[in-house]
């Protein structure tokens, strides 16, 4: 790293502590540093996130929100001194997660291996992690969720946990002077679980800006991909594309294709008067993902 970049993550770490963490110290499960340049809606949740009184993301698959969480609980415990509840559907993929996605960071990562209280190494339900302490529940086990406090809980896969024991589990926020709550997932069915609570949020959705005309939009897969022929038989909108050069989404204004980039991109809220946060994320968004294959699966579909 060069010194120009050292001290760009330093004041950026003042700034915005979860991100500084994560650029600074933080690993993926493959060992690998965080880059930020295929996904960049994710820096607005890295630098919020810890001040925030909470969100609810609906999203797709592999779009970065659970590596975004595990170290949200990490800085919350370990860096922050708060204790953190992070539930899973069910036990087993706790103890999964635990085992493959939580404990090799621990034990990799010397930023967080040096807060590692002694003795808990071994706990996948509970751990003593700096001057905070991280619990890690299944949905399905309703003694997890009694007798309790908790200053952050999260849920992940939300429409799959128990919704009787996640309604327990937010009563063991009301004692701290300050709770945070984030639920995501991908959704099942429309206006139910993690789609409802999206709908009652300030709805953000990020937004590409068209290099030709400057419209900003959210990327649609039947506004701005495909369209179906009069025979009824579908394809990709960018009639451009071919050998050599990947399709892009045609912009709903001056009907032009335009490429995915950070440059002008944004989050907009489209219900800005409601207070909770919401976020909505699709696999469009990853400026590295081909949008031939999403074709591809969705003509097999």
Same mark, same amino acid.
Request: net charge positive.
């Given at each position: 790293?060069?010194?120009?970049?050292?001290?760009?993550?330093?004041?950026?770490?003042?700034?915005?502590?979860? /991100? $500084?963490?994560?650029?600074?110290?933080? =690993?993926? %499960?493959?060992?690998?540093?965080?880059?930020?340049?295929?996904?960049?809606?994710?820096?607005?949740?890295?630098?919020?996130?810890?001040?925030?009184?909470?969100?609810d993301g609906m999203k797709a698959v592999q779009v970065g929100w659970s590596e975004l969480l595990i170290q949200l609980v990490l800085e919350r415990?370990?860096?922050?001194?708060?204790? %953190?509840? &992070?539930?899973?559907?069910?036990?087993? /993929? =706790?103890?999964?997660?635990?085992?493959?996605?939580?404990?090799?960071?621990?034990?990799?990562?010397?930023? &967080?291996?040096?807060?590692?209280?002694? #003795?808990?190494?071994?706990?996948?339900?509970?751990?003593?992690? #700096?001057?905070?302490?991280?619990?890690?529940? $299944?949905?399905?086990?309703?003694?997890?969720?009694?007798?309790?406090?908790?200053?952050?809980?999260?849920?992940?896969? &939300?429409?799959?946990?128990?919704?009787?024991?996640?309604? /327990?589990?937010?009563?063991?926020?009301?004692?701290?002077?300050?709770?945070?709550?984030?639920?995501?997932?991908?959704? %099942?069915?429309?206006? +139910?679980?993690?789609?409802?609570?999206?709908?009652e949020s300030d709805g953000r959705v990020w937004m590409f800006q068209c290099e030709h005309c400057n419209e900003r939009q959210k990327i649609d897969w039947f506004e701005n991909v495909v369209e179906r022929s009069e025979?009824?038989?579908?394809?990709?909108?960018?009639?451009?594309? #071919?050998? #050599?050069?990947?399709?892009?989404?045609?912009?709903?204004?001056?009907?032009?294709?335009?490429?995915?980039?950070?440059?002008?991109?944004?989050?907009?809220?489209?219900?800005?008067?409601?207070?909770?946060?919401?976020?909505?994320?699709?696999?469009?968004?990853?400026?590295?993902?081909?949008?031939?294959? /999403? +074709?591809?699966? +969705?003509?097999?579909?």
């Amino acid at each position: 790293m060069s010194g120009h970049s050292a001290k760009i993550i330093n004041s950026l770490s003042s700034a915005y502590p979860l /991100l $500084g963490i994560a650029l600074k110290h933080h =690993r993926t %499960t493959r060992g690998m540093p965080l880059s930020f340049a295929d996904k960049p809606y994710l820096i607005e949740l890295y630098k919020d996130f810890p001040k925030i009184d909470g969100a609810d993301g609906m999203k797709a698959v592999q779009v970065g929100w659970s590596e975004l969480l595990i170290q949200l609980v990490l800085e919350r415990a370990g860096f922050s001194g708060r204790v %953190t509840a &992070y539930i899973l559907p069910t036990f087993q /993929l =706790r103890d999964r997660f635990v085992q493959q996605r939580v404990d090799p960071l621990l034990s990799s990562v010397p930023a &967080y291996a040096q807060r590692v209280a002694e #003795g808990n190494q071994g706990s996948l339900r509970a751990k003593r992690f #700096g001057k905070g302490n991280m619990m890690f529940l $299944g949905s399905n086990t309703p003694n997890d969720f009694i007798e309790f406090s908790a200053d952050v809980l999260i849920v992940d896969e &939300y429409d799959r946990c128990d919704p009787n024991n996640i309604t /327990l589990a937010r009563d063991r926020l009301r004692a701290s002077p300050y709770p945070q709550m984030f639920r995501i997932g991908n959704p %099942t069915i429309p206006n +139910f679980g993690i789609s409802r609570l999206y709908a009652e949020s300030d709805g953000r959705v990020w937004m590409f800006q068209c290099e030709h005309c400057n419209e900003r939009q959210k990327i649609d897969w039947f506004e701005n991909v495909v369209e179906r022929s009069e025979d009824g038989n579908w394809s990709l909108k960018d009639k451009e594309c #071919g050998y #050599g050069s990947e399709a892009r989404p045609v912009c709903k204004k001056c009907r032009r294709p335009f490429h995915r980039r950070a440059e002008g991109a944004c989050w907009v809220a489209e219900r800005p008067s409601v207070p909770r946060r919401g976020y909505q994320m699709s696999r469009m968004d990853i400026i590295s993902q081909p949008l031939e294959p /999403l +074709f591809m699966e +969705f003509m097999e579909a």
